[in-house]
């Protein structure tokens, strides 16, 4: 059974058009993670939820956004995606930020046309 | 800064045993884990070290040594369904997962 599920598993948008992606878990963590990932490089951390608790990275550009309205749900918005944010975009849990294995969902890989 | 090498590629024989490699010069060690990643999908747990010495799991070890910065992955009996990216990952001091940009294992006949 499927522990963190993101859709949609691939995502096509336009230059420009905002684009949601969204990750849910029943897992029950409290800590809930965005990555972007691109071709043969590390994944690269964006921001997390701690709870409710937004952090966002220093370097996250502005265009990305996200929400967490409940334990189980959290969105990535891309409010107006050029082409250097096609990637892979992974959803990751963890019951802490300190050292606890983190569960990844099978991500969105997004298009930017 | 801090920093994460792995070999980008490395090529093995079915049934045979390869050793991955990972330095790190982080600010802190908190743990060290290993993820493996098949392409065009989610990494996946495969070990965590916060201690010197061997873990063992299955065909799949892995090895720390904080005093060098050092680890390995070692996979043993290699099956065609590891042909994967492994990813070495480091918890720093002020807990935050540094990711190295991976290996990516190619598994011959």
């Known amino acids: 059974d499927a522990m963190v599920i993101q859709n949609p598993r691939y995502q096509v948008t336009q230059f420009g058009k905002p684009v949601t992606l969204s990750c849910s878990q029943t897992l029950n963590h409290n800590v809930m993670y965005w990555y972007q990932q691109k071709s043969s490089q590390a994944p690269k951390l964006l921001f997390h939820y701690y709870d409710k608790d937004f952090n966002n990275e220093a370097d996250t550009p502005d265009n990305f956004q996200s929400r967490r309205p409940n334990t189980s749900f959290c969105f990535l918005d891309i409010r107006s995606p050029g082409l250097g944010d096609a990637a892979m975009y992974l959803c990751?849990?963890?019951?802490?930020?300190?050292?606890?294995?983190?569960?990844f969902g099978p991500g969105t890989r997004l298009t930017v046309l | 800064g801090q920093n994460i090498d792995q070999p980008t590629e490395m090529t093995a024989t079915e049934g045979a045993i390869v050793q991955i490699n990972c330095t790190y010069q982080t600010s802190g060690f908190n743990g060290l884990f290993w993820y493996q990643q098949h392409a065009g999908e989610a990494p996946t747990f495969l070990s965590y070290?916060?201690l010197d010495g061997l873990e063992e799991k299955g065909r799949f070890s892995s090895f720390l040594s904080r005093s060098k910065g050092y680890s390995y992955l070692l996979l043993k009996e290699l099956q065609m369904k590891d042909s994967a990216s492994y990813l070495c990952a480091v918890v720093d001091s002020n807990y935050q997962l540094i990711w190295g940009a991976g290996t990516k294992l190619i598994i011959k006949p």
């Open positions: 990751a849990t963890s019951t802490t930020v300190s050292t606890d294995t983190q569960y």
């Open positions: 070290n916060v």
